[in-house]
């Protein structure tokens, strides 16, 4: 997992945690799992596609996935659930873009949904070397997966709940960082 450090620069991955779901030489794709998209929800996403969801569904908010193809819809989600398009991300979690998985998610498909799952639409990518140099500017801190920060009810509090992993916490930020924040000057 990636988590963006507070000296991030671009503001589309500000306070975002990210899942890793695919990293060569060539390039690297992941996913932001805390970025809802508050006006997007998934009973919303699944009308615009023509899929009843005989409610069955929670209603819960789309995810920004990434600035990358913010067209494209992928789920993140438990390997209870397992097709032949799956990415498996990791023994417990897959990464699966096809029409079918939100058919059985709407309680429509042959198949039983996942027990944790959530959409997004778009992803994060970058191109040879870049997430590697990235990481070198300390723009990315990295963790071991974490089902609780990927699957977990508050996207808000992933952030910090990541740092936390890392024994970090808001107290040990750079006071420029906070200022900046809030638009205050630091006291000198």
């Known amino acids: ?12 991955f500000e306070r975002s945690v990210l899942v890793v779901c695919a990293h060569d030489a060539d390039h690297a794709m992941a996913i932001i799992v805390n970025k809802p998209l508050e006006q997007l929800t998934v009973e919303r996403l699944l009308a615009e ?3 009843e969801s005989g409610g069955v ?6 995810r920004f996935g990434g600035p990358v193809q913010t067209d494209r ?23 699966t873009a096809t029409r079918d998985i939100l ?3 709407a309680g429509r498909g042959s198949r039983v949904p996942p027990l944790k799952y959530f959409l997004a639409v778009g992803y994060a990518g ?7 140099s990235e ?37 040990m930020l750079s006071p420029e960082w906070s200022s ?7 006291l000198n």
Request: contains cysteine; negative net charge; hydrophobic residues 45%.
């Open 73 to 95: 819809g992928l789920v993140m989600h438990s390997l209870d659930y397992e097709s032949e398009s799956t990415i498996r991300i990791s023994p417990h979690i897959g990464l």
């Open 180 to 186: 900046a924040r809030t638009g205050d000057r630091p």
């Open 103 to 105: 058919v059985d998610i």
């Open 57 to 62: 569904l929670r209603n819960e908010a789309v």
């Open 135 to 171: 990481i070198a500017m300390n723009a990315w801190a990295h963790c071991d997966i974490d089902e609780e920060l990927i699957f977990g009810a508050d996207a808000d509090a992933a952030w910090s709940k990541a740092l936390e992993r890392l024994g970090v916490t808001g107290a």
């Open 126 to 132: 970058w191109g040879p070397g870049q997430i590697e």
């Open 49 to 51: 596609l023509n899929i």
């Open 1 to 12: 997992m990636l988590i963006a450090m507070p000296n991030m620069a671009d503001p589309r």
